[in-house]
C-alpha cells in the first residue's frame, strides 16, 4: 500500500474480531516505532505489548476505553522523562504514529488512546518513576461488521489545504 493511501485508509477502530495479532506483524508494528526519530536520537520510549486480558480489563477502565479489554492487544507507549524531559511526549507520539500506519498498512486496525488513568496504567504494568505514560494504541482486525459511526465519519470531508495552511505568517494566503 502507498503511504499516502494508507493515511487515507486509516481510522480509529473500536471493535475488533478476536483473532489473535501474528507475531510477525506484530513485530512489523514494533519495528516501525523503533526505527522513528527523535530528538538528539535519545529515543526516549518504552513500549509495552499488553495481550493479557486481565491487564486489557485494567485499562479499559477509561471513560472512552471500555473497548480495550476485547482489543487482542494494546500498546502502551511510555516516555522517559529523564533522559527528554523536553521531548519524551514527541517523540513517543511520533513512535506510536509510525506504528499505526504500519498497523494500516499490514491491514489492521488501531485506535489512539488518551483516556486513562496514568497511576493505575502505571501500577498495573509496573512502569517505573521518571516514565510518563504518554499514549496507549489498541491494535487488532477490524470486526468485520459495519460499523456505521466510523463509515459516516470516514465520508466527512476534510478541510481543504489552503483552509489549513499560512505562508510565512499565521493567515497569510
Not at 491491514?107 to 505514560?133: A, H, N, R, Y
Request: aromatic share 6%; hydrophobic share 40%; proline share 6%.
Amino acid at each position: 500500500m502507498d503511504l499516502i493511501d494508507a493515511m487515507k485508509e486509516r481510522r480509529s477502530v473500536r471493535s475488533y474480531e478476536p483473532d489473535p495479532v501474528p507475531e510477525e506483524l506484530l513485530s512489523k508494528v514494533l519495528e516501525a516505532g523503533r526505527i522513528a526519530p527523535s530528538a538528539s536520537n535519545n529515543q526516549p520510549w518504552h513500549f509495552v505489548i499488553v495481550q493479557d486480558p486481565e491487564k486489557r480489563k485494567v485499562l479499559s477502565e477509561g471513560r472512552y476505553a471500555h473497548f480495550l479489554a476485547q482489543t487482542p492487544v494494546v500498546i502502551v507507549g511510555c516516555g522517559d522523562t529523564a533522559k527528554a524531559p523536553r521531548w519524551h511526549m514527541v517523540d513517543v507520539t511520533i513512535a506510536l504514529q509510525q506504528m499505526v500506519l504500519a498497523a494500516t498498512n499490514e491491514g489492521l486496525g488501531t485506535c489512539w488512546i488518551g483516556s486513562f488513568d496514568e497511576d493505575g496504567v502505571k501500577k498495573c504494568l509496573g512502569v517505573p518513576e521518571g516514565w510518563k505514560v504518554v499514549a496507549m494504541l489498541a491494535l487488532g482486525y477490524p470486526r468485520k461488521k459495519l460499523d456505521l459511526g466510523a463509515a459516516l465519519i470516514r465520508s466527512k470531508n476534510r478541510k481543504p489545504l489552503e483552509d489549513i495552511t499560512s505562508r510565512d505568517e499565521f493567515g497569510k494566503r
